[in-house]
């Protein structure tokens, strides 16, 4: 059985930083990503990586403030966020998937979301 269970959310101040962290059972994937859904929006891409390492990328909204990595050994995927804006605020979701994409629709598998509040 496939699981996906993200860790690291809270509160934190804007210009705050936090890491969510997201280990993978059941199996391994090509791709990990996270996707955050603010209230009364639509869920966005923010940050993939392939299981090499090789592949990344950003919403252009994160980059330059947030960094994905990955731990094929322990088969984890962390999102380290750093200078983090109200606007950064959202339930956050890991998505394991089979194609390096910032589409919804190549993803999977996803975790439950954990919440990420930044107080102005």
């Known amino acids: 059985q496939v699981q996906l269970i993200e860790s690291g959310g809270g509160l934190v101040q804007a210009g705050g930083s936090l890491s969510l962290s997201c280990v993978a059972s059941?199996?391994?994937?090509?791709?990990m990503g996270w996707f955050r859904q603010a209230p009364g929006k639509e869920r966005e891409f923010v940050a993939y990586?392939?299981?090499?390492?090789?592949?990344?990328d950003y919403a252009d909204s994160v980059k330059g403030r947030f960094a994905i990595f990955g731990d094929n050994a322990k088969n984890t995927v962390v999102l380290r966020m750093n200078s983090l804006k109200p606007e950064d605020t959202a339930v956050y979701y890991c998505?394991?998937?089979?194609?390096?994409?910032?589409?919804?629709?190549?993803?999977?598998?996803w975790g439950q979301g954990t919440q990420v509040t930044v107080s102005s």
């Open positions: 998505a394991a998937g089979r194609v390096s994409s910032s589409s919804e629709d190549s993803y999977d598998y």
């Open positions: 059941g199996r391994t994937f090509y791709v």
């Open positions: 990586i392939s299981s090499s390492g090789a592949w990344t």
